[in-house]
């Protein structure tokens, strides 16, 4: 949820539950253990969505610094003896960043307790760090992620006062391995020899990582469990951390043995190194440029094809199915059956309605990356490992072990299934790699992009399988490849250069006749429009229900001449929009786009929505369509 702000927004908190929250801890934990935890209005000002060009972010900081100064007073007045102030934006490079620190430091801070700010997710950056250090800005502890960027390095070259104590996040809170006694350890001895204080701490919240490894039953015997480290588990490193630290040598050897033990057994897999060492740049590429392939794709289909992004309704009936299938109640064989007369139905509403292009609905799948994960080998999963993904959504995100393979095919059975019940095109659908990395916790023995590389091979093959398998569309959705993207300007490039190759390396080896869709949702792609250019595919659908047309204007400047399906209705949202307000949307998209080049679909998957909804949005969505053909001249089929 990001907090919107004009020119009237008028700010008046209510503290009260988490003065309340912070009265209970000092009671519970007592004033020295309980530490209230209080997100910095910095933060808040720059991620947050400023509507109104009338208000600047000075002027919305100096709205919040009151509301701040009272607040932690409060809480000071409790008797807590720290605050921590989490400021992540100060890992960003952002014009006048500094300038927002200075105003609200040390301007909203209490007399007493000491304050403790704490940044993550990567290093600060040469000049933030400067301000970070200065004496005049009141902080008291400065925490900063070692795990990520070089905050080792700025410390060396920069110096770090004595007057304030360091808070070294030495234990990867965004993994889920085990502290390396041979790489952590060196860190702190340059800490101690350069005389600064420091305490142990996670890298970040440990929010980002299951609970509790003790809970895995079904790994105690995988080579990967001698080195895996839970939430809970990161507690018990910083405390042998601290010993070893303190002079206690032993305190991690049963860590040095795991780590030496797992990699002289891990040796991966040869087929795939081989098959990374021997990639080619003709691998990389699609047979023909997009102009000379896109005419030879799906004759016969309209202009203004309509299609959805993939997945249908998952019903109560579908989860009740794969409960009693994960529990052994059904067979593989029933199981199937039961999945193939939902395709049967989704294909046959879908064929209904007047759909161009349809899906099988994906009734068998669980989440876009854990579906996948689980039928490749080098991959493996915990039972209880969920996350906070977004709000109330939680996920187990996959664990990359060792060497990516599929060993069989995953996505073509059903296709056939769908495909056999229909003579219009069946899309085949696939998670891109980058999505796939990005949303599972990697490796830290090899680089993100030798493991992005080991995916795009997986998938490529996939591809291969459903071209033979009479395939005409498929798509490789990449909706994370935004969000993996670096914090630092000068990494970008080299992150989005690798990440376009492993799609490409993903789809290339797709013949010019087949039509390459990737979808992307919900995230800022001004950033990475080069980039998503780039991938080379024949039609990109993003999120757009919620836009205007900027976001399409600044694609079409950038020089994006491909396939587009912006969304025309927002499938997060129960609503469903009358027929002519998607004729107007639809007809506004056309004033930015060419005919020949634009795909009518949703937002998203409408995996979370329920069938009577979806039903008539998609009529409304087809019948749109069709109006606009219908002014437009444009014969129909």
């Known amino acids: 949820m990001v907090p919107e702000f004009d020119k009237s927004s008028k700010i008046a908190p209510d503290f009260s539950s988490f003065i309340s929250s912070v009265e209970r801890g000092v009671g519970v934990l007592g004033a020295e253990c309980a530490i209230p935890v209080v997100l910095g209005p910095v933060s808040i000002c720059f991620f947050a969505r400023i509507v109104d060009d009338a208000l600047t972010t000075h002027e919305l900081i100096a709205l919040l610094i009151p509301v701040y100064k009272t607040l932690l007073q409060k809480v000071a007045d409790l008797g807590v003896k720290e605050i921590q102030i989490h400021e992540p934006a100060i890992v960003l490079e952002e014009v006048g960043l500094i300038a927002s620190l200075k105003t609200v430091y040390p301007a909203i801070l209490p007399k007493g307790p000491k304050i403790n700010f704490v940044t993550a997710m990567d290093d600060v950056g040469k000049a933030n760090y400067d301000w970070l250090i200065s004496e005049s800005n009141g902080l008291n502890i400065l925490s900063m992620d070692f795990t990520r960027g070089n905050t080792l390095g700025l410390i060396e070259k920069r110096g770090f006062p004595s007057s304030k104590m360091l808070g070294a996040g030495l234990v990867d809170a965004r993994n889920v391995w085990k ?371 900027a976001t399409l204007e600044a694609f079409r400047r950038v020089g994006y001449e491909k396939g587009f399906g912006p969304g025309l209705y927002d499938i997060h949202s129960p609503v469903v929009p009358p027929i002519d307000i998607m004729y107007e949307k639809l007809s506004s998209f056309l004033k930015v786009l060419d005919v020949e080049h634009t795909v009518v679909n949703p937002d998203c998957g409408l995996k979370t929505r329920g069938w009577p909804e979806t039903i008539l949005a998609l009529k409304h969505m087809v019948a749109a369509a069709h109006n606009v053909r219908r002014n437009l001249g444009i014969e129909t089929q």
């Open 179 to 549: 502290v390396d006694p041979g790489k952590v350890l060196p860190l702190t001895d340059k800490l101690k020899s350069l005389g600064i204080e420091f305490r142990v701490q996670p890298s970040t919240s440990l929010q980002y990582t299951p609970w509790d490894l003790d809970r895995e039953m079904q790994l105690d015997n995988h080579p990967a469990a001698q080195v895996l480290s839970f939430a809970k588990q990161k507690l018990d490193e910083l405390v042998l951390l601290a010993q070893a630290i303190s002079g206690e040598k032993s305190a991690l050897d049963t860590h040095t043995a795991a780590w030496t033990t797992f990699h002289s057994a891990h040796t991966g897999s040869t087929l795939t190194k081989e098959r990374i060492k021997h990639l080619k740049e003709t691998d990389f590429r699609r047979p023909e440029p997009y102009k000379q392939r896109r005419p030879k794709q799906l004759v016969g289909v309209p202009l203004l094809p309509t299609t959805t992004i993939g997945s249908f309704p998952q019903t109560s009936e579908i989860r009740r199915l794969r409960w009693e299938w994960k529990k052994g109640r059904l067979t593989n064989e029933a199981y199937e059956r039961a999945m193939d007369q939902h395709i049967a139905y989704c294909i046959g509403i879908q064929e209904a309605i007047g759909i161009d292009i349809l899906v099988h609905g994906e009734p068998e799948r669980t989440d876009m990356v854990e579906f996948f994960g689980q039928q490749m080998e080098g991959i493996l999963f915990s039972e209880h490992g969920w996350v906070q993904s977004f709000g109330s959504r939680c996920v187990r995100p996959p664990i990359i072990w060792s060497d990516i393979q599929r060993p069989k095919a995953m996505t073509v059975r059903e296709f056939k299934v769908a495909q056999d019940l229909t003579s219009k095109p069946v899309k085949g659908m696939l998670t891109g790699p980058i999505t796939i990395l990005n949303w599972s916790f990697p490796r830290v023995d090899v680089s993100r992009k030798e493991q992005a590389y080991q995916l795009a091979l997986a998938i490529r093959d996939e591809v291969a399988d459903l071209e033979s398998a009479g395939c005409k569309v498929i798509q490789v959705d990449e909706p994370a490849l935004r969000e993996g993207m670096p914090l630092r300007t000068a990494q970008k490039e080299e992150y989005l250069t690798w990440s376009v190759d492993a799609f490409r390396l993903a789809t290339a080896v797709a013949a010019s006749e087949t039509q390459i869709h990737t979808h992307m949702c919900y995230c800022e792609f001004n950033d990475c429009m080069e980039a998503i250019d780039r991938l080379d595919t024949d039609v990109n659908s993003i999120e757009n229900a919620r836009s205007d047309n």
